[in-house]
């Protein structure tokens, strides 16, 4: 069983910036690819990033490359997500996941391919 803990949303002007965070109470972090998906109200939960168990193969949504960044410490079995050059339409509730995958370098880009999800962190864009 893996819990996550989201941090590091709020309330920002477009064009600000915030970084998230998601802590993972495993110590067998290093072993999962992460993600983080957001869902808007009335909205399906989408993906925003995805990061492989080894860190080194990333996968963005088209809305957020260049703007946002994913990162991997297993360190501090922590996932980021750097948000910059925010808009209004990434308000939103984000979410972080884990999920286990065959080999290392594997980037799961499908909700249903996560097992353990976070409570989430709401993100808020005011034009």
């Known amino acids: 069983q893996v819990q996550l803990v989201e941090s590091g949303g709020g309330l920002v002007q477009a064009g600000g910036s915030l970084r998230l965070s998601c802590v993972a109470s495993?110590?067998?972090?290093?072993?999962?690819?992460m993600a983080w998906f957001h869902q808007a109200p009335g909205k399906e939960r989408e993906l925003i990033a995805s990061i492989s168990e080894s860190g080194g193969s990333t996968v963005y949504a088209d809305s957020v490359k260049g703007r946002f960044t994913i990162s991997k410490d297993n360190a501090k079995n922590t996932v980021y997500l750097q948000m910059n050059n925010l808009k209004p339409e990434d308000t939103a509730l984000y979410y972080c996941a884990a999920g286990r995958t065959t080999y290392s370098t594997v980037v799961l880009t499908n909700s249903y391919q996560y097992n353990y999800w976070g409570q989430g962190t709401q993100v808020t864009v005011s034009s």
């Open positions: 495993r110590r067998t972090f290093d072993t999962y690819a």
